[in-house]
């Protein structure tokens, strides 16, 4: 099964991973755009557009070569990752073929959290702990303690 959809999506540079996200599938059918993160990992939208999927592929090769299409090649319609989940990127002369490695769906938190560390996000709010030395413990002893330590 080939199934396509395109996107005005770019690359970009990033190599760890480190979001909340749980495996998952999706309907190849479903899917209506996507974004490349890096050579190795891009985001696909479903419908509704918030239905967000982290792939990551193999090899670590990704080059759109001036497509806007992808398409996807499972043995169920359902790409989950699994032996012969296949990414295709169609062109003319040859059509580059990438294994699925995993997919998983993203909550809103975990799409904007590898948004951001793949640099297609900008962070919130950068907060720096406070740091005033070594921690300073206190207690008011009420009268029985204060009779007991005389």
Known sequence: MFIGCASDGEQSS?????????????????????????????????RPRKRAYH???SPRSLDLGGSDMISFRS?????????????IIPNDAFQPRYSIVSVEELDETG????????????????????VTGEPEISR?????????ND
């Open 55 to 57: 792939l990551q592929i």
């Open 14 to 46: 990033g190599n760890s991973i480190n979001v909340n996200k749980r495996p998952s599938c999706f309907n190849a059918s479903s899917i209506n755009d996507y974004e490349v993160l890096d050579r190795g990992n891009l985001i696909v939208y479903g």
């Open 111 to 130: 799409l904007y959290n590898l948004m951001v560390q793949f640099g297609k996000a900008e962070p919130l709010e950068e907060i720096e702990p406070e």
């Open 75 to 87: 043995w169920t319609g359902r790409v989950c990752g699994y032996a012969g989940d296949e990414l």
């Open 140 to 148: 008011e002893l009420d009268s029985e303690d204060e009779k007991r």
